[in-house]
């Protein structure tokens, strides 16, 4: 998780530990949801303000990364 410490935060006290951006109580799962369910960045950014653009395509780009140091 040290590598993303940069994007998310895990707090006991905020949202009993979930990993939330940085500066926000917006848990990370929640863009990937978005995505999953067919919505758009643009969608969640909108429903969550306090996450910026550059947090969102940042977190997708650690995934990215991540995915393909796995191949």
């Known amino acids: ?3 993303y410490a940069h ?4 707090n006991k006290d905020v949202l009993g530990g979930a990993p939330v ?4 109580r917006v848990p990370a799962k929640t ?3 978005y995505l999953r369910k067919g919505h758009s960045i643009d ?13 969102a395509q940042a977190l997708l ?4 990364t991540l995915l393909m140091a796995s191949v």
């Not at 994007?7 to 895990?10: G, N, Q, V």
Request: net charge negative; with cysteine.
């Open 7 to 10: 994007l998310i935060a895990c």
């Open 31 to 33: 863009l990937l949801d």
């Open 43 to 55: 969608d969640f950014l909108d429903d969550f303000p306090t996450v910026t653009p550059q947090q």
């Open 61 to 64: 780009a650690s995934f990215e």
């Open 21 to 24: 951006f940085i500066g926000t």
């Open 1 to 3: 998780m040290q590598e």
